[in-house]
Nanobody
Framework: VQLQASGGGLVQAGGSLRLSCGAS????????VGWFRQAPGKEREFVAA????????NVTDSVRARFTISRDVNKNTVDLQMNSLKPEDSGVYYC??????????????WGQGTLVTVSS
């Protein structure tokens, strides 16, 4: 599956962005999809994931109160709504896919990143 991430940009602290991860083909709906991010000089870290059916989500503690991951079956996308953004949320955000939600932490498929910059 080929993933495409979009929606990044420059936003002021406290603002919002919505990232979208899409893919060609119906098979996308059979994968758990997650978002990861990597800040300059830091390792890539897990942010959030959703099961293939969209009914189960995992969100890392540091953003749980501010970020929401959801699956839009009609658009065939997985979106990450990011609110109350902080400068430390800046980085390149990647979407990824795996056969199961448990496997999302070592996904087999990666999309290209989309850059999020939060200014203070």
């Amino acid at each position: 599956v080929q993933l495409q991430a979009s929606g990044g940009g420059l936003v002021q602290a406290g603002g919002s962005l919505r990232l979208s991860c899409g893919a060609s083909g119906r098979a996308f709906g059979r994968y758990a999809v997650g978002w990861f991010r990597q800040a300059p000089g830091k390792e890539r870290e897990f942010v959030a994931a959703v099961s293939w059916a969209g009914g189960t989500t995992n969100v890392t503690d540091s953003v749980r109160a501010r970020f929401t991951i959801s699956r839009d079956v009609n658009k065939n996308t997985v979106d990450l709504q990011m609110n109350s953004l902080k400068p430390e949320d800046s980085g390149v955000y990647y979407c990824a896919a795996a056969s199961t939600l448990r496997g999302i932490y070592e996904p087999g498929y990666w999309g290209q990143g989309t850059l999020v910059t939060v200014s203070s």
